[in-house]
């Protein structure tokens, strides 16, 4: 069974920073992609970030180009999502996801874990 556990949301003013965690287990974690979306009430999931097995290939979004960092420690089984100067927009739920291949992709199609979810919300 896989896990996929994020950690890390909480409430944060306008130009502020907060790091999202997400521990996967039950697979061998250094085969897979993994990738953070995002989703605002009414609205549909969107694509964040993603980054490859390696951690060599990392992909952004545009609106969160500059701002937001993809990273992994694979030895601790563990994707992080940096976020610097946050805006408003920035608030919603955020989802980690494990994809089915080590390729990065910004599909949602591509991944078959997810996790429950985690809140960010950005104060004005």
């Known amino acids: 069974q896989v896990q996929v556990v994020e950690s890390g949301g909480g409430l944060v003013q306008t130009g502020g920073s907060l790091r999202l965690s997400c521990a996967a287990s039950?697979?061998?974690?250094?085969?897979?992609?993994m990738g953070w979306f995002r989703q605002t009430p009414g609205k549909e999931r969107e694509y964040v970030a993603t980054?490859?097995?390696?951690?060599?290939?990392?992909y952004y979004a545009d609106p969160v180009k500059g701002r937001f960092t993809i990273s992994r420690e694979n030895a601790k089984n563990t994707v992080y999502l940096q976020m610097s100067s946050l805006k408003p927009e920035d608030t919603a739920v955020y989802y980690c996801?494990?994809?089915?291949?080590?390729?990065?992709?910004?599909?949602?199609?591509?991944?078959?874990?997810w996790g429950q979810g985690t809140q960010v919300t950005v104060s004005s």
């Open positions: 039950g697979r061998t974690f250094s085969n897979s992609a």
């Open positions: 980054i490859d097995w390696s951690g060599g290939a990392t």
């Open positions: 996801a494990a994809g089915r291949f080590g390729s990065a992709s910004p599909f949602q199609r591509d991944y078959d874990y």
